[in-house]
Nanobody, 125 residues
Framework: QVQLRESGGGSVQAGDSLKLSCSVS????????MAWFRQAPEKQRELVAG????????EYAEPVKGRFTITRDNAKNTVYLQMNDLKPEDTAKYYC??????????????????WGQGTQVTVSS
């Protein structure tokens, strides 16, 4: 049974940084495409960043390019999302997602077969 657990969320001021972690248990993530999605109230869940198993294909949503960085540590079975220069519009619940069938990152949330419970990020101005 694959389980994903996010951590690192919190309440910060605009311009601050946070680093989210997604720890995976039950399977080694070395063959998984991993991604971070976020969902704000009354909005659809959207891809923030994703990294495929080979670390060749890395995708970022346009609003976070240059501010967020996704990395993976297969030895620790963990994926990270470094978020710098946070803005109030980054406020959302952030979810870690994983899939062991994808060769490249897909922005469609329903295509990921494993999800965490999410961690809240709140950015105040």
């Amino acid at each position: 049974q694959v389980q994903l657990r996010e951590s690192g969320g919190g309440s910060v001021q605009a311009g601050d940084s946070l680093k989210l972690s997604c720890s995976v248990s039950g399977r080694r993530i070395s063959t998984f495409t991993m991604a971070w999605f976020r969902q704000a109230p009354e909005k659809q869940r959207e891809l923030v960043a994703g990294i495929n198993w080979a670390e060749i294909h890395i995708e970022y949503a346009e609003p976070v390019k240059g501010r967020f960085t996704i990395t993976r540590d297969n030895a620790k079975n963990t994926v990270y999302l470094q978020m710098n220069d946070l803005k109030p519009e980054d406020t959302a619940k952030y979810y870690c997602a994983a899939d062991n069938r994808m060769m490249v990152v897909d922005a469609t949330a329903t295509k990921y077969n494993y999800w965490g419970q999410g961690t809240q990020v709140t950015v105040s101005s």
